[in-house]
């Protein structure tokens, strides 16, 4: 639940005193440190301000009959602070500048809209007619002439994201009552132009936006009290004629009958967003309030009326929200909890698992509910199976993903797993088509299960793409165990060598694992997302030699941290062991003892700590590797006795298990030795009479 | 101010009894405890959680059960068979029925309060219909082979659920007979051992819900005897359940002394089907939680280990803050303890004897926080016991130490103690006057001539005492316009003037000795009185509450002083008033007027009228900062309350002199060290 907790007053912003001197707040920023804000008023005066304080730290004028035009910023990588005045004129200076007529100065040659600085990465400068320089760039050339890129359209909003090592710019501008969206890649020096589908009777008075799996979500406060949703993909290669992006409602702004005139908002996380606006019914007295909605149950949370009125600016930094109530600028601290009732009592699973229609047979759905979307989808995988070239997969990749950014369409989920049986065919078809990328795409981004595709798996398996299987054994709910065996064996065949080469996801080994290259100091070009490709050869090499003779001490890990990696999404998956026992028994015995030593080196490495679990996320927990060691043994019993490599590592084992037992024994006896200890201890020690002196002053 | 010499007494063996069953009276705000010795007692939670009344045992009385009825009437019922109303205005036993059915295990009423319905040894389930003089024995209900070890009624009050050995039965009311009979062991295969039903309750929805000692919370259809839920909570047995009046909460007590919470959830939010979850464990016992109740605001547990826990429910409380303060009450809210200040010698109240002992003494002086050399240890001189069954009510020792008095239920005793070098003697004061019993409390004056019995209907017996040991009745003093309740505090002045009297209607009535006259009343106050004293110099009554206010009231004057007012519109400070035990003692420095020197569980402050009061952003026990200080920066640090924390928890604190004083403590640790060792739980390996 979310709730408003308490708040208190960062300033006042009253004419006689206080920030503003009443003209009001330009905008609030974030500040160099945490806990910091910069406010800029609509004047002369920007303040730095300790918020949990209540305290200014520093605060900074332009001269008399100047007047600052854009927020004022601060450069996260310098600590410097960016101001413009009159439109054009830029300054720039750092916490022990006072006088800002005597800091750096740099007329530039079109008028600023807004700059925008990001945590890494320079400062973004978005110019009134569109143009787009980082600050760096403009520095070096102050007078250089700016492009005008929306002619006569006015800016109303503008963000800025960093995805990647990219910045990002989106801004909105409106002409004539028509609203269109800029989405500028800097890196890549792309502008992509967007309409916004209209609105009978409404228009936008607010807009936010973050950026989420590279598609961009872009809410909008409509004046028809409703918030509506556009989906923006990053990933657009084509450079086409504007689109139009269709809207999708996310909330309607309705309080028991009557309305909330939001005039501004903020997200606040994956289902909440909190609206500025005020309360009334028609006839009635309009109350001011600050409201947070709950999106995913269009429920109202909690709401604050602010009976002296605010400005309708809200913003929001580090759980605060910040606004002007009255004459003060007031700081609320709130705190949006995802967790439901249910999810405190352990029910949360449920509401987690994807719609009813993901599990729906595709076989039986009738072709008028795809229609809309999938005959789409189908006609271009038609259409580029006649050209089989690359071109046209990354068209159809294109096209894929504009669709998948329509989300709020009925029956999606279904609609998705259309497509991905459809690709999934024409992979069985055809065998060199294997659009590897899109699909793990879809695994990580969607909530798929493996009934909505049930060839996926197959076909990742057929294909031995590792990296994909291990997606899916992480996400999917309802992987049948053959599958899941088989998994496990294809992980197990897999040679080391073969794995270096491929990428997969290590964050549930990287904390615990020691093979040899973690004794030599690499550890850093390890944990990088990915593999440096150089350096692991030559280790590697040497690896695989020296390993052979020092699996079976039982210390170093008998597998290579890929291959843990994908044993352990086997590890974590859901099974029932009836069903998984029949086919573990055809597993080789070979592998069969390699597994094991594995679940052996996992089970020493969780008793290593007092709290028997593996550091790292999505790592195994004690129980699991326990349950997976005893089915092991279970269904390749005679094998293990047979068998003479297995024979040492059963005795480790057997020597392991019982030194725990007797230690955890004693572990007990030494408990209640001790308790009885203090007992007596107390009995003896505790001194029944004394006298002693107190001095009260 | 000033040093004192503190003689540290940590050898009163005071071991509370464990709490045995609760009983919660939701329209009153009060809740009654029984303890396995017998004891009831009524907390008021609107006093503060005041003990405001306290029925001392008897052995020949077990409490098994307690329950409210036909509004204000609490009953108790157990081994000895009897069914017993309590006198609340008399604090005794007002009637006893026998049930004839041997031990009594369980006892409930229906939720109108007109009907009892007791659970017997030989399987019997009887009805009682509560009358205005009493109960009267109605009918029999099916009988059938084991004892009936809970009950609860159907809130309509149709039939009754009733938990006995491997089963429980439910039984209609109008016709008696059983009508639904349900082994609760059926599920379990193991070990052939008896499955115990220890609580039950009976929902409105027709829901059966059962604690048994397996260690399951079992929730049944009775109608269909099927189990619809199993919650399997503990190793050990789960002894006692409680039901909130909404039906949408539940608390469990374990023999573990963990306590746990079940709430009625919807199984998705927003969805209509709703299931019993546990949701909060809490381990605030050490051992056997054998009682539980659920008031519509908190948790309430009594254990073995005497404890009485409060634990409000967050999600009720609007604001966090003292009211949402987890209450752990262990010590009784009275003095068990009297001092006989000239002689040096302590008096201890248990529940069937007196321990008699001389303080030791000390030739060293020292600094704060020294610890002197003793020339004297202290001496345990004598133990009276009382004779019969019947618990103590009240002691007193004179405070020239040589007579000793001590009152149960049905006798009054009083001792003149004479020393002779290190040999005492005692002779039992014969042909004591016949009074009005029991006195709830007794009070030597200072010149140790006379006594006040504190007595039933609001009265006072002045008994004088006569050298070499006899005594006679003055007078008896009563409030002007009468008063159904027992005094249950006095104070008496210095100079043998004056005497103030607190019954259970929290008047305080005051009566002059001289003319033994009605002086008058202290204005009424909405709070328990917790102490009060008169003080030796200026005869000002001092009165502490339960909320933690303080007065001053001018006995002479007859109004509150100066300094009273300004007390009450300056205000206490916070963190004075949030504290959670009561003063139970007041007394006063005659070489200092202005000091009053009072003591709550865990802290002993010399309050100092001299000095300015704190306000709220003032460190209240700000001790240890003035010691760090320079002599000269002390001046502007200091206020009136001067508190010390370092005893605890302290039962008792006095003045022997002008700058020696006596602490009381009884160190949890100890009494720990008394009780069984509790349930052994595996930590390791598990």
Redesign the interface.
């Known amino acids: 639940m979310a709730a408003l907790c308490e708040s208190f007053t960062l300033c006042g912003l009253g004419p006689s005193g206080g920030v503003g001197l009443g003209g009001g707040l330009l905008a609030l920023q974030p500040g160099p440190d945490r806990d910091h804000v910069l406010l800029t008023d609509r004047g002369r005066t920007a303040t730095l301000f300790k918020v949990s304080d209540q305290k200014p730290l520093g605060c900074w004028s332009v001269k008399h009959g100047q007047i600052i035009t854009c927020p004022v910023v601060c450069n996260f990588e310098t600590h410097e602070y960016i101001a413009v005045h009159d439109d054009k004129v830029l300054r720039i200076w750092k916490d022990k500048d006072i006088n800002l007529d005597k800091v750096f100065k740099a007329t530039l040659s079109a008028d600023v809209y807004r700059i925008h600085s990001l945590p890494n990465g320079g400062p973004l400068v978005l110019f009134k007619g569109g143009g787009v320089r980082t600050l760096d760039v403009l520095l070096e050339a102050p007078q250089q002439e700016i492009e005008n890129v929306i002619s006569d359209e006015v800016i109303k909003w503008s963000e800025a994201f960093n995805e990647g090592q990219q910045p990002i710019l989106i801004f909105a501008t409106e002409k004539d009552g028509d609203f269109f969206v800029y989405v500028k890649k800097l890196k890549m020096n792309s502008l992509h132009k967007y309409k916004l589908e209209q609105q009978e009777l409404s228009k936008p008075l607010s807009f936010t936006a973050y950026i989420k799996n590279k598609i961009i979500t872009l809410l909008c406060l409509y004046s028809n009290y409703s918030v509506y949703k556009f989906l923006i993909p990053l990933q657009q290669n084509s450079e086409e004629e504007e689109q139009i992006l269709s809207k999708s409602l996310l909330l309607n702004l309705l309080v028991s009958g009557s309305v909330l005139k939001g005039t501004s908002f903020v997200v606040l996380d994956k289902d909440h967003i909190a609206v500025l606006g005020s309360l009334g019914a028609s006839g009635d007295e309009c109350k001011e309030c600050l409201t947070i909605w709950n999106t995913k149950?269009q429920t109202l949370q909690t709401s604050k009326e602010l009976p002296l009125g605010t400005s309708g600016q809200l913003w929001c930094y580090e759980e605060k929200f910040f606004f002007t109530h009255g004459k003060v600028l007031t700081v609320i601290m709130y705190k949006c909890e995802t967790s439901?009732?249910?999810a405190?009592?352990g029910?949360l699973k449920?509401?987690q698992t994807p719609d009813v229609s993901s599990f729906v047979n595709w076989n039986t759905l009738g072709d008028e509910e795809l229609a809309v979307s999938v005959h789409s989808q189908q006609s271009v995988a038609l259409k580029s199976e006649s050209r089989m070239t690359d071109a046209s997969t990354t068209v159809l990749e294109d096209e894929l993903r504009q669709l998948m950014s329509k989300a709020q369409m009925p029956d999606f989920q279904a609609a998705i797993g259309c497509v991905i049986t459809a690709l999934i065919n024409r992979c069985k078809t055809d065998p060199k088509y294997y659009p590897q990328n899109f699909l793990l795409q879809i695994v990580q981004t969607r909530d798929l299960s493996y009934s909505l595709c049930p060839d996926l798996m197959a076909v990742a398996l057929e294909k031995k793409d590792v990296y994909l299987l291990q997606n899916c054994l992480q996400r999917f709910p309802d992987i049948p165990e053959e599958i899941t065996y088989a998994c496990l064996k294809v992980f197990l065949s897999l040679s080391e060598a073969y794995l270096q080469r491929i990428d997969v996801n290590l964050e549930s080994v990287i904390c615990y694992i020691d093979t040899e290259f973690n004794s030599k100091d690499v550890k850093t070009e390890i944990v990088e997302n990915g593999f440096n490709a150089e350096l692991e050869q030559d280790i590697w090499d040497t690896k695989i030699t020296k390993k052979r003779h020092l699996t079976t001490d039982g210390e170093l890990c008998p597998v290579g941290p890929q291959k843990a990696a994908l044993l352990n999404a086997v590890l974590l998956s859901a099974y029932s062991e009836t069903f998984l026992l029949p086919h573990l028994k055809n597993l080789p015995a070979q592998q069969a003892v390699l597994f094991l030593r594995y679940l052996y080196y996992l089970y020493v490495k969780c008793s290593e700590k007092i709290n028997t679990t593996l550091p790292g996320v999505r790592s195994p927990n004690i129980n699991q590797i326990m349950d997976w060691m005893c089915l092991l043994l279970d269904a390749h019993f005679t094998v293990m006795v047979m068998l003479p490599e297995a024979k040492e590592l059963l005795s480790n084992l057997h020597k392991f298990v019982r030194a725990?037992?007797r230690?955890?024994?004693e572990?007990?006896k030494i408990?209640?030795s001790l308790r009885e200890l203090q007992?007596l201890n107390?009995?003896k020690d505790?001194?029944?009479?004394?006298?002693?002196?107190?001095?009260?002053? | 101010m000033g040093e004192f010499e503190v003689h540290r007494v940590r050898f009163f063996g005071l071991v509370p009894a464990g709490v045995r069953c609760l009983a919660w009276h939701p329209r009153g705000g009060r809740l009654a405890l029984a303890r396995i010795d017998g004891t009831v007692e009524i907390y008021n939670f609107a006093a503060n959680y005041f003990q405001e009344k306290v029925i001392p045992g008897s052995d020949a009385r077990s409490v098994e059960a307690l329950c409210w009825a036909a509004g204000e009437r609490l009953f108790g019922a157990g081994l000895g068979g009897e069914v017993t109303e309590y006198d609340l205005a008399r604090l005794c036993v007002a009637r006893s029925v026998d049930g004839c059915g041997g031990p009594i295990w369980s006892m409930a009423a229906n939720s109108s309060g007109t009907q009892l319905a007791i659970g017997c040894e030989d399987g019997s389930v009887k009805l009682f219909q509560v009358v205005s003089g009493g109960i009267e024995f109605e009918r029999n209900l099916d009988r059938r082979k084991g004892r009936i070890l809970c009950l609860s009624w159907h809130p309509s009050g149709t039939h009754i659920a009733a938990g006995s050995i491997d089963v429980f039965r439910v039984l209609n009311v109008s016709s008696g007979q059983t009508v639904q009979r349900i082994m609760v062991n059926y599920h379990v295969q193991k070990v052939k051992r008896e499955c115990i039903v220890w609580s039950i309750a009976f929902l409105s929805s027709g829901t059966v819900v059962t604690s048994d000692s397996f260690g399951r919370v079992q929730f049944w259809d009775w109608e269909q005897g099927t189990l619809l839920e199993s919650h399997t909570v503990s190793t050990s047995a789960v002894l006692s359940l409680a039901v909130s009046e909404k039906e949408d909460s539940i608390v469990v007590g374990t023999s573990t002394g963990a306590t746990y919470q079940f709430q009625l959830l919807p199984v998705k939010m927003g969805s209509l089907e709703k299931r019993w979850v546990r949701t909060k464990p809490f381990q605030h016992h050490t051992h056997d939680v054998r009682a539980v109740a659920h008031s519509s605001m908190a948790l309430i547990s009594g254990g073995l280990d005497a404890q009485l826990v409060i634990r409000p429910l967050m999600e009720k409380v609007q604001k966090k803050g003292y009211d949402a303060a987890l209450r752990k009450i262990t010590f009784p809210h009275r003095r068990l303890v009297s001092c006989a200040r000239k002689a040096r010698l302590l008096l201890f109240q248990f529940s069937q004897h007196l321990e008699l002992w001389r303080l030791g003494s000390t030739d060293e002086t020292g600094k704060d926080g020294e610890v002197l050399p003793l020339c004297r240890m202290p001496e345990h001189l004598v133990q009276f016991k009382s004779k019969g069954p019947e618990h103590i009510y009240c002691s007193c020792i004179s405070p020239c130490g040589s007579w000793v008095t001590y009152s149960t239920a049905s006798h009054f005793h009083l001792y003149r103690v004479q020393y002779e070098g290190d040999s005492v003697s005692i002779q039992k004061v014969p042909k004591v006057p016949k009074l009005l019993l029991p006195a709830y409390q007794l009070q030597f004056s200072s010149d140790s001539g006379s006594l006040f019995v504190a007595s039933a209907r609001g009265s006072v017996h002045v008994l004088q005492l006569l050298e070499p040991g006899g005594c006679k009745h003055l007078h008896t003093l009563r409030p002007p316009s009468g008063s159904p309740e027992a005094v249950y505090l006095l104070a008496s002045s210095t100079d043998g003037h004056w005497l103030a009297a607190v019954g259970g209607d929290w008047a305080i009535h005051i009566y002059n000795l001289k003319c033994f006259k009605h002086h008058g009343t202290v204005p009424t106050y909405t709070c328990a009185v917790t102490a009060l004293a008169i003080h030796p110099l200026t005869n000002n009554l001092v009165i502490a509450y339960s909320d933690q206010q303080l007065f001053e009231f001018s006995i002479p004057e007859k109004q509150y002083t100066a300094w009273s007012r300004m007390v009450q519109n300056f205000g206490l400070h916070k963190v004075w008033l949030e504290r959670d035990s009561p003063i139970t003692h007041i007394t006063f420095n005659p070489k200092n007027p202005s000091h009053i020197l009072l003591h709550d569980t865990y802290m002993f402050c010399v309050l100092d009228k001299s000095l300015p009061l704190p306000d709220n952003s003032a460190l209240l026990m700000n001790q240890s900062t003035l010691k760090q200080l320079p002599e000269t920066a002390r001046q502007r640090q200091l206020h009136a309350f001067k508190i010390c924390k370092k005893f605890q928890p302290l039962l008792f604190a006095d003045l022997l002199d002008e700058n020696c004083l006596v602490m009381v403590e009884r160190p949890i640790m100890d009494i720990k060290t008394q009780l069984p060792l509790p349930i052994q739980q595996k930590k390791f390996g598990t």
């Open positions: 149950f439901s009732l249910a405190a009592v029910k449920d509401s725990q037992v230690f955890y024994s572990l007990n408990e209640g007992r107390h009995q505790s001194q029944t009479y004394s006298i002693e002196v107190l001095e009260l002053i």
